[in-house]
């Protein structure tokens, strides 16, 4: 068949040097195609065609481990392939993908997206105009957990954490991210800086401070009695005075995309520092670290890790017997080796030796918690969990205060590590995403406030009404409110407000009431009885709808 097409654009020319392979005589006929439909359509034959046929790209296919197998002679008749020759030749050809972020990252790979679809699916939530789209990505965006291992993997250094962050910022400014969907981390958040515990003390008998220790929320939420300890250890080593922040470093508003909310945080945590002489600052989280270092990169900053490292241990650290431990480095660390390495060279001081996870150090992983995700999708986080419990069946240590309860069990024997050694613990149990927050069914705020004012030498102010109740939750119900972020307070305050009031639903001939309460965005249902001077909770669960009394008008 001739054609102007033909003409004017030949698949081969006389002075085409390409190799007669089947791979090039299949690119000559798809340029040809081209050609011809391009005619057909009266279109330009030559216009932005430079990527047809052989050329370079930045297309990366992971070669390791691949070994390379002989071509197949043809032997069919008229020199071509017979049937099984022609398999045997395909069978040589490799999948020139990357994927490699899709590889190491469980949030790429539930999706089952690699990045340029996953960028144009995030490009188009975030400027499809009103009643032009449902924004089907929002999930998709909020899922992830912003910790840059996609691009510590990519040999082109192409990060989804960036492209999320930057899409929730988007469309925090737009007005279009549903409030609701990070609602439970910034009431955290807030209630952390605001409440009775968010103190900020010198040292007593000192008027300033050459030293601050910032433990983090997420570690006097869970475990109070361990910052207590641990800052008693730093007044017995450290001197000039060290004082104590308990509050929020802002990462759930900076995760959020909040960044109006976010700058208020450090704007809080500034002016106080300043109060206190502005002291050096021993943060115990990896996340505060990376928060300040990025915004308040001219603060004057330590990692626990380090002031350990180097002041030593409490007397009392129990010793380890040359056990082999594996070490979870935090994601928020990826980029702090003083942290890694403060954090090994305790866990050798203590006898332990360590194994290096597959995924470790700057390529580390995410514990499920870091980005929101937990809050957002919890299929994602779940698979999160799994994955980097499969890595190794040693004992983990970690030097996120988070990982314990997110990784709690699992089939997985957790030792104590390092920080656990300082706080004298060992065992573990059975996994469950747990927020350590403000509080969990385990632990209440109030031994937090207790602890805070205690280590000051400071009286506790007078509880709210609601903090007196006693309730008793089995633990299937504790399970439940654990998974669905609603507090012992939430369930204190529902069961008071029901009291106090008599706006409550009695279930006939079961002595039992139900009751609602909405303090905010979230509508909190209990389920419970009177058990003497305690209360008994069979059931609590939320929701964000509005309850409206019918007016009768």
């Known amino acids: 068949m001739t054609c102007e097409a033909g003409r004017r654009r030949s698949p081969r020319t006389a002075a085409d040097t390409t190799p007669a392979i089947p791979v090039t005589s299949i690119s000559d006929g798809r340029r ?45 008749p008229g020199g071509g392939y017979n049937k099984e020759e022609a398999v045997a030749e ?62 510590a993997v990519c040999p082109t250094d192409l990060d989804m954490g960036f492209v999320n962050r930057e899409a929730r ?11 609701a969907i990070h609602h439970f981390a910034i009431a955290d958040m807030d209630a952390s800086n605001t409440g009775p515990e968010a103190i900020a003390r010198n040292q007593p008998g000192y008027n300033s401070s050459t030293h601050l ?38 990462a759930p508003a900076a995760w959020a995309g909040r960044d109006d909310l976010f700058q208020q945080v450090l704007e ?71 942290i890694q390495d403060g954090v090994r060279n305790i866990v050798r001081e203590l006898g332990y030796q360590i194994e290096e996870l597959p995924y470790s150090r700057s390529m580390t992983k995410c514990c499920g918690y870091g980005g929101l995700m937990y809050v957002t999708d919890r299929a994602v986080t779940d698979k999160v969990i799994e994955s980097r419990i499969a890595e190794s069946p040693s004992r983990l240590p970690c030097l996120l205060q988070q990982l314990p309860g997110f990784l709690r069990g699992e089939g997985q024997d957790f030792a104590p590590h390092s920080r656990s050694h300082l706080r004298g613990l060992h065992g573990g149990s059975r996994a469950q995403i747990r927020p350590h927050t403000v509080a969990t069914p385990q632990q209440p705020p109030q031994p937090r406030r207790e602890a805070a004012r205690r280590t000051m030498g400071e009286p506790m102010p007078e509880p709210e009404a609601h903090s007196t109740l006693k309730l008793r939750i089995p633990p299937d119900v504790a399970n439940r409110m654990e998974r669905d972020f609603i507090l012992v307070e939430d369930v204190q305050r529902t069961i008071h407000h029901a009291e106090s009031t008599g706006n409550r639903l009695e279930i006939p001939g079961e002595g039992r009431f139900v009751a609602h ?37």
């Open 32 to 76: 040809a195609a081209i050609s011809i439909d391009r005619f057909l359509r009266g279109e330009s034959l030559t216009s932005q065609r430079d990527g047809e046929g052989p050329h370079d790209t930045r297309l990366f296919t992971n070669l390791t481990g691949v070994q390379p197998r002989d071509a197949i002679s043809p032997t069919g």
């Open 90 to 151: 395909a069978g040589r050809c490799l999948q020139c993908q990357c994927l490699e972020c899709v590889k190491a990252c469980v949030y790429l790979e539930h999706f089952k997206e690699y990045p340029g679809r996953c960028i144009r699916k995030v490009t188009k939530n975030i400027t499809s105009l009103p009643g032009k789209s449902y924004r089907t990505e929002t999930p998709f965006i909020n899922a992830c957990s912003l910790c840059g291992l996609c691009g």
């Open 169 to 179: 910022k988007i469309m925090w400014s737009k007005r279009i991210m549903p409030p």
């Open 213 to 250: 220790f910032f433990p983090g929320c997420q570690l006097s939420a869970s475990a109070p009695g361990h910052v207590e300890r641990m800052y008693l250890h730093l007044t017995n080593r450290l001197r000039g005075g060290v004082g104590l922040m308990l509050g929020c470093c802002g």
């Open 268 to 338: 809080r945590f500034v002016h106080r520092w300043e109060e206190m002489s502005q002291p050096r600052i021993i943060l115990a989280c990896p996340t505060c670290s990376l928060m300040f270092k990025k915004s308040l990169p001219a603060l004057p900053t330590l990692s626990l890790w380090e002031v350990l490292d180097e002041e030593g241990l409490p007397d009392d650290t129990p010793r380890g017997r040359g056990e082999v431990l594996a070490v979870h480095d935090a994601c928020t660390a990826r980029g702090a080796p003083e």
């Open 517 to 553: 309460y909405r303090p905010s965005l979230v509508t909190y249902w209990v389920e419970y009885a009177p058990w003497g001077d305690e209360y008994e909770v069979f059931n609590a669960y939320s929701h964000r709808m509005q309850i409206v009394k019918d007016t009768g008008q």
